[in-house]
T-cell receptor, first 108, second 119 residues
């Protein structure tokens, strides 16, 4: 079993839909990252969080430390949100453990 | 957030040649830099961790004589793929971490990646 599990692996939705991507982990962590990787490969860090909730524009990230679970939400989704979203946790040695990613396609 | 650049963004080379990829932190000093490799439709795989001025720590299964990493300054790390073969074709991504607390809380910043194709 992977230490970081993401679901779903693939998600296709219509423009405007509310999107939720989930991440569960089994190790002790100091922080959790949500990253976005576009088709060209470049990676953008969306959030780093260790507790609670963060919001940036249409993106919201939450984390429940007790349940070892985090979610990334996208409100009013748009085709330009189409990308691979990756969850990565930082363990006690500050090493990143990566999830497999969720490929999101938003259709106009 | 801080900015990390990589050069080149794309490189095509012949089998047997060596390729150098540069990773620079543009507005902060990166005491630690990481090199990742990503195969198509797969997650990132950590290759090695380098600390400025010391030898890189390679992950299990990564050949240190093939993937030479140099972190000679606080703003530059290089990855050299020596005697490249077609199976080395991949997407290589670096990230940098600043140890000093400027509010980034040891956050890692990612370069845009370098796509290597070995013919």
């Amino acid at each position: 079993k992977n230490e970081v599990e993401q679901s779903p692996q693939n998600l296709t939705a219509q423009e405007g839909e509310f999107i939720t991507i989930n991440c569960s982990y089994s190790v002790g962590i100091s922080a959790l990252h949500w990253l976005q990787q576009h088709p060209g490969g470049g990676i953008v860090s969306l959030f780093m969080l260790s507790s609670g909730k963060k919001k940036h524009g249409r993106l919201i990230a939450t984390i429940n430390i007790q349940e070892k679970h985090s979610s990334l939400h996208i409100t009013a989704s748009h085709p330009r949100d189409s990308a691979v979203y990756i969850c990565a946790v930082k363990d006690s040695n500050y090493q990143l453990i990566w999830g497999a990613g969720t490929k999101l396609i938003i259709k106009p | 957030g801080a900015v990390v650049s990589q050069h080149p963004s794309r490189v095509i080379c012949k089998s047997g040649t060596s390729v150098k990829i540069e990773c620079r932190s543009l507005d902060f000093q990166a005491t630690t830099m990481f090199w990742y490799r990503q195969f198509p439709k797969q997650s990132l795989m950590l290759m090695a961790t380098s600390n400025e001025g010391s030898k890189a720590t390679y992950e299990q299964g990564v050949e240190k004589d093939k993937f030479l990493i140099n972190h000679a300054s606080l703003t530059l790390s290089t990855l050299t793929v020596t005697s490249a073969h077609p199976e080395d074709s991949s997407f290589y991504i670096c990230s940098a971490r600043e140890e000093a607390d400027r509010g980034y809380h040891n956050e890692q910043f990612f370069g845009p990646g370098t796509r290597l194709t070995v013919l």
